[in-house]
């Protein structure tokens, strides 16, 4: 089975209380769609976990993304490394767990993810006249930072279902569970992706409490809740 989530941002229990739940074993997928760091209290302890994972696939989000700033700027100011390494764990609730390993796998994170059935991006990518842009031409800023995608008007008509998180669900609809956008002339439920134009991951975990996954071959979501 293939899993998708975004969004974890540093909460490790309630992320492994829904490996629990879905029952994630050797023969599944899982793909994070940035922002695995930040708000919550172990974003280096679940970041070394998800690097460590042999199917586990992440991208980077604008979390990750600001971070590679900060620690590039680092690199350009000093060649002492055991201070750029003492202020990146300074970044971090959790910094303490920060080795170098951690850094470069930050490092080396792409910008999407494409397989046979859908394209995985964090925030989002340009649709032109109802097509989505070629990804070579899309910008980091553009995959990491968009808010046009989230929006109900944007349909991208593509082959394969976009998708993303980034901006919380409830901004739109008021709760906190994945938002599906079936294409024109389909059914509201279909256990085929296909059947769906894009796929909105966030669950805001940091706002109420509820981190969600979409598995890709039954699109069913599944939740766990934490504290609000």
């Given amino acids: 089975m293939e899993y998708c989530i975004s969004d974890i941002h540093g909460y490790y229990d309630l992320f492994c209380r829904l490996l629990d739940k879905i029952r994630f074993g050797g023969g599944d997928r899982l793909y994070v769609l940035g922002d695995i760091i930040d708000k919550g209290p172990q974003s280096i302890r679940l970041a070394k976990l998800l690097f460590s994972m042999k199917n586990v696939t992440c991208i980077a989000g604008n979390h ?53 059935k859908f394209l995985g991006v964090h925030a989002g990518v340009p649709v032109v006249n109802g097509k989505i842009a070629p990804l070579d031409g899309v910008s980091a800023e553009q995959f990491v930072y968009d808010r046009r ?46 059947d769906y134009c894009k796929v909105h991951l966030d669950t805001g975990v940091y706002f109420g409490g509820t981190l ?13 809740e934490g504290q609000k």
């Fill in 64 to 116: 990750e993304y600001d971070f590679l700033k900060f620690y590039r700027a680092l690199m350009q100011q000093t060649e002492d490394y055991d201070f750029v390494l003492r202020e990146c764990r300074a970044y971090f609730s959790d910094g303490e767990l920060l080795d170098w390993d951690t850094v470069d796998c930050f490092d080396l994170l792409p910008f999407y993810v494409e397989t046979q």
């Fill in 212 to 224: 969600g996954c979409f598995a890709v071959d039954t699109c069913r979501c599944y939740y766990v």
């Fill in 149 to 194: 995608f989230k929006d109900a008007d944007v349909l991208p008509q593509g082959e394969k279902c976009v998708l993303y998180g980034h901006t919380p669900v409830r901004s739109l609809t008021g709760r906190d569970e994945i938002l599906l956008y079936p294409r024109a002339g389909v059914c509201t439920v279909s256990e085929n992706i296909a």
